[in-house]
């Protein structure tokens, strides 16, 4: 299944989906869409609303049941029940509707579902966690990922600014992933800087080695930060393009049905 691009080999793809469909009742969220997700990229997935981006990256990381087709993790057939399955697998998402709690604090928030029990018994048995082990976790993962400006990993998360918020999401994603990391319009509510600041945690993943898909309505920061594009469009998939093959406003043109993209 090995592919070439103009960027070259691409090895083998650590996901592969084929053929996936999704309805519900009479709309067509997936239409048989294949992706594949290559090692050390980063894919934008871009399209209209209602294309079924969010539906394909809830496919791919088990929050949805697509009604038929298969998906494939280093080649092996696999089935996500549960986003916990996927997790399991090695797959960390934030989802589109971002999922922080914010009465509690940064440390907790990155180990929310996975606490750290404290050793011994009183782990084992009372369930007590390790909050000095999470915290020291919690701010070497932030450290590695260049999020400096947060000084207090006891500091609730509801007091902390879009951005800074949104990284952490990110940063919890980044630090469980060992597969890759799914991305889904991590920047829509965050202003310029902070932009800016989850687009150098992407850079910052990718360079650690982890995949990243990436949903983003925004083709600056797509053509800025991605590998390869796949454009999503009516429930299917209009082509993948990259960056030097194609300009933002012939990605969007292709995205719209304004061109079609030939897929020889
Ligand atoms: N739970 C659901 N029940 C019914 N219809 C759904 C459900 N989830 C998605 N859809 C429909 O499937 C289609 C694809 O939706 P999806 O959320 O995947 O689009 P999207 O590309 O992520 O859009 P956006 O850019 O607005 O986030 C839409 O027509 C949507 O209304
Ligand atoms: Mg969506």
């Not at 399955?85 to 907790?108: F, H, K, M, N």
């Not at 966690?129 to 509801?158: F, Y």
């Not at 630090?175 to 687009?199: H, N, R, S, Y």
């Amino acid at each position: 299944m090995h592919k070439t691009s103009p960027g070259g080999d691409l090895g083998r793809p650590i996901l592969s989906a084929r053929g996936l469909i999704k309805t519900y009742g009479r709309v067509v969220a997936l239409d048989g869409v294949d992706l594949d997700l290559y090692p050390g990229e980063v894919l934008a997935i871009i399209g209209d609303n209602g294309a079924g981006k969010s539906t394909l990256i809830k496919a791919l990381t088990g929050a949805v049941q697509p009604d038929s087709g298969e998906i494939l993790l280093d080649g092996q057939p696999v089935t996500f029940r549960t986003p916990m399955d996927a997790r399991s697998a090695g797959i960390e998402t934030v989802y589109q509707t971002l999922a922080v709690a914010p009465a509690l604090d940064i440390a907790s928030n990155l180990f929310l579902g996975r606490e750290l029990k404290r050793p011994g018994p009183l782990g084992s048995v009372f369930r007590m966690m390790d909050k000095k082990a999470m915290k020291e976790r919690a701010s070497a993962s932030m450290a590695e990922l260049g999020i400096g400006t947060i000084q207090n990993m006891g500091q609730a998360v509801e007091t902390l600014s879009g951005g800074q918020r949104q990284a952490v999401a990110v940063a919890r994603a980044a630090a469980f992933a060992d597969k890759f990391v799914v991305l889904d319009e991590p920047t829509a509510a965050l202003g310029v800087k902070e932009t800016g600041q989850v687009l150098n945690l992407i850079r910052r993943i990718k360079a650690k080695g982890l995949p990243v898909i990436l949903i983003s309505h925004n083709m600056p920061n797509v053509f800025e930060v991605s590998d390869r594009i796949h454009i999503a469009r009516l429930g299917g998939c209009a082509g993948v393009i990259t960056p030097q093959s194609h300009t933002p406003m012939e990605a969007v043109a292709i995205m719209t049905g304004a061109t079609t993209l030939d897929k020889g």
